[in-house]
């Protein structure tokens, strides 16, 4: 992800919709049009992850105790489901789970790392405002501002603790995911106009999806 890329961390990448040219070959053509089973596995993932209003969005999620197979299998589902809605982060809270655990890209080709008992230990002094988009609030986005930098410190799926420094487009994803573990959406930290906006496109009904 390129430094200044607007965070649409919890928002899947948009379907290769792009119109087709007619000077190309069929070859050509076929390639841009959407994979369908790609677009299923999308369908299934979005399926499963809570939307706006849902109450257990409002929650703060419990402290992780054990450090078992439950736990492993809470980390695969919501890698899963991540990977198939092409999505960069995504909280246990999303999928009705109230454990505190998220799992996160951080970087846009890197491994997929699961934090268990997260905390932002520190944050860097400069602030940035640009959009972001939630896969629980589909086909919105909002300017946030947040810390730049921030360190955060978590246990891995077998409780060893690690401590991550980050920038850019990850302490912008940490610091997103860890909202959605204490019941804080993006609605709640964007500027009044925008969140009143927003509340009337969710007033409307579900939001159109265009953005995934």
Do not use: W
């Amino acid at each position: 992800m390129a430094p200044g890329a607007e965070y649409t961390a919890a928002v899947a990448s948009e379907p290769d919709t792009k119109p087709i040219d007619e000077t190309e070959d069929d070859g050509e053509a076929e390639e841009e049009r959407p994979d369908p089973e790609r677009e299923a596995r999308k369908l299934v993932a979005l399926a499963q992850i809570r939307q706006y209003p849902d109450p257990v969005l409002r929650m703060r999620a419990r402290e992780v105790e054990s450090f078992d197979d439950e736990l492993d299998q809470l980390v695969q589902r919501l890698k899963s489901i991540m990977e198939g809605a092409y999505g960069a982060g995504l909280a246990a809270t999303q999928v009705g789970v109230l454990r505190r655990v998220f799992v996160m890209r951080a970087s846009e080709d890197g491994e997929m790392l699961a934090l268990v008992n997260p905390e932002v230990t520190a944050h860097g002094d400069e602030l940035e405002t640009d959009e972001e988009g939630c896969l629980s609030l589909r086909g919105l986005l909002v300017p946030v501002e947040r810390s730049t930098t921030v360190t955060v410190t978590a246990k891995d799926t077998a409780g060893e603790p690690f401590t991550l420094e980050l920038e850019g487009f990850a302490a912008r994803a940490a610091q997103h995911e860890l909202d959605h573990l204490n019941g804080v959406l993006m609605i709640d930290r964007t500027t009044d106009e925008a969140r009143r906006e927003a509340m009337a496109t969710l007033r409307r009904g579900p939001a159109l999806i265009s953005r995934l």
